[in-house]
């Protein structure tokens, strides 16, 4: 061992300012240096429960700038006993222990291996505390000096083994599809063997696809999980949210049901269409659906709706309409014109009818009503259907004209009260016409009647002319006079009577007697 006294060395520092030296006695001087060869600057080395590390110690020759008066080695071999001995000292066994313990340097060039074995989680700090040195004392007056230990501390922090995490995503599974509204909750479930298991909600993405606003489209869970030894598991499942449903179709018509015949509307209709789509109303598309009010007549028209979405398809949905709200025309072919007299032929009139909609139904168009047989006011109807139930009833109306009646001729006296013989023969004159045409035949004449009557009366009072000899009585037209003769008998008892001659259309000449 090489001898070193303090005559030789020039540089004294006192202890506070040499980190861990402690004093010798009197003014302390530094040898040399004992290093580890950890590299990291906090000089820790990190290990696991029942791992192992390792690190070398060496002793550094010190410069007289870094306190020692004597550069070059302190300790050289072959001067026996020269050397320097230490404890290698654990703060905390029950966390980590080294192996060797004890170290001893009898020259620079000498390391020495270290192993530290790790035991629990926890941190030791690892020293070196003096073993035992020899000549490396330096004569009085300089006192003696000391290698520096203190730069070979090191500290060992022990973890826990730990394994890495797993997690799994539950609820949900990754590439399935589930309806809106049916998703189930996305949870993460985790196990650890230091830290046991657990489970907490899944993170959820935003849903994203084209109709990601009404919440269709694709979304991910996601897991991660970090233990307690920084180990980290994740895991994730992206499924579909789909709309399970296609788009509704419906529609209102006013009225409801046809309110004609053969489906036809006889009145204006309003359709409304309603498309629903809930579930994804974004993504909703529609054909037609176009809503209507038919205030015309038209024939059989088709409106149509249809819709997709992300939903499906459906449709079309179809409604007929057919309006026809126009009655038939009609009119009369033939029939009664000008002045028509009693007993006149009255020709029957057809009839014809157009519908431009629904057309007439199979009836056609029909006259009803016969030809009128009395004296008045008549018509004929002309009736038309169409196949939407529309009708048309038309008109034709005409008059059957009573017959002119002239008479009673003379002898008898018009308006007054004619007085005559009872018992004698009156001869009753007059004459028929029918508009211009005179009627001549005896049929034409329906009844002579008579009937008492008061004579008490404000007519005024005249005798018969002429008083026909007794005769026959059977009415006859007298063509050379060109009128009708009907010789009343009348009776041989007083007082007053009433003729009434009536011809067969209701037309009646009266005259008044009183008999003596």
């Known amino acids: 061992m090489k001898k070193i006294s303090w005559a030789r060395r020039a540089l004294a520092v006192t202890a506070a300012t040499v980190l861990g030296v402690s004093t010798l006695g009197g003014t302390t001087a530094l040898a040399d240096d004992i290093v580890n060869n950890i590299v990291a600057a906090d000089k820790t080395i990190r290990l696991n429960v029942d791992e192992t590390g390792?690190?070398?110690?060496?002793?550094v020759e010190r410069d007289e700038v870094d306190g020692d008066p004597e550069p070059g080695c302190n300790l050289q071999g072959g001067q026996t006993p020269d050397y320097v001995s230490y404890n290698v000292v654990s703060s905390d066994p029950a966390v980590a222990t080294v192996n060797p313990s004890y170290v001893r340097f009898d020259k620079c060039a000498d390391t020495s291996l270290l192993t530290v074995t790790a035991h629990q989680a926890g941190t030791a700090v690892f020293t070196l505390a003096d073993a035992g040195w020899s000549n490396v004392n330096w004569p009085a007056p300089k006192g003696q000096g000391k290698f520096v230990s203190e730069t070979a501390t090191f500290t060992v922090i022990v973890t826990a083994p730990n394994t890495a995490p797993t997690i799994r995503v539950t609820g949900v599974v990754d590439g399935a599809s589930y309806n809106t509204g049916e998703v189930p909750v996305a949870m993460c479930e985790w196990e650890d063997a230091e830290d046991g298991t657990g489970s907490f909600a899944a993170e959820l993405s935003a849903i994203s696809g084209p109709y990601a606003v009404d919440g269709i489209g694709e979304q991910t869970a996601t897991c991660s999980y970090t233990d307690a030894g920084g180990l980290t598991a994740t895991a994730s499942a992206t499924y579909s949210i789909v709309d399970p449903t296609a788009p509704a179709i419906s529609y209102d018509l006013t009225p409801a049901v046809p309110d004609g015949e053969n489906g036809w509307y006889r009145s204006d209709v309003s359709l409304t269409w309603t498309v629903s789509e809930p579930e994804s109303p974004s993504s909703l598309v529609t054909t037609g659906c176009v809503d209507q009010?038919?205030?015309?007549?038209?024939?059989?028209?088709?409106?149509?709706?249809?819709?997709?979405?992300?939903?499906?398809?459906?449709?079309?949905?179809?409604?007929?309409?057919?309006?026809?709200?126009?009655a038939p025309e009609v009119e009369f072919v033939g029939g009664p014109?000008?002045?028509?007299?009693?007993?006149?032929?009255?020709?029957?009139?057809?009839?014809?009818?157009?519908?431009?909609?629904?057309?007439?139904?199979?009836?056609?168009?029909?006259?009803?009503?016969?030809?009128g047989t009395s004296v008045g006011p008549h018509k004929f109807t002309a009736t038309a259907t169409d196949n939407a139930g529309n009708t048309t009833t038309e008109e034709l109306t005409y008059e059957i004209k009573a017959w002119t009646l002239t008479g009673f001729f003379k002898p008898v006296d018009m308006g007054v009260l004619n007085t005559v013989k009872g018992g004698s023969t009156v001869p009753l004159k007059f004459r028929v016409f029918a508009g211009d045409r005179e009627i001549t035949d005896v049929a034409a004449v329906k009844s002579f009647t008579t009937r008492t009557i008061s004579c008490d009366t404000s007519l005024p009072v005249d005798e018969v002319e002429e008083i026909a000899s007794?005769?026959?009585?059977?009415?006859?037209?007298?063509?050379?006079?060109?009128?009708?003769?009907?010789?009343?008998?009348?009776?041989?008892?007083?007082?007053?009577?009433?003729?009434?001659?009536?011809?067969?259309?209701?037309?009646?000449?009266?005259?008044?007697?009183?008999?003596?």
């Open 54 to 59: 390792q690190t070398v110690l060496s002793l």
């Open 293 to 326: 009010l038919i205030t015309e007549d038209q024939q059989e028209t088709t409106y149509s709706c249809s819709a997709t979405s992300a939903g499906g398809s459906f449709g079309p949905v179809e409604v007929t309409i057919k309006r026809d709200a126009t």
């Open 337 to 371: 014109t000008g002045d028509i007299y009693y007993g006149d032929p009255i020709p029957v009139p057809t009839c014809t009818a157009t519908d431009a909609t629904s057309g007439v139904n199979a009836d056609g168009c029909v006259v009803t009503d016969e030809p």
């Open 470 to 516: 007794t005769g026959g009585t059977v009415l006859r037209y007298d063509t050379e006079d060109g009128q009708f003769i009907q010789n009343w008998k009348t009776p041989k008892t007083t007082g007053c009577y009433e003729v009434t001659m009536t011809t067969q259309d209701g037309s009646k000449i009266k005259a008044q007697f009183k008999l003596r």
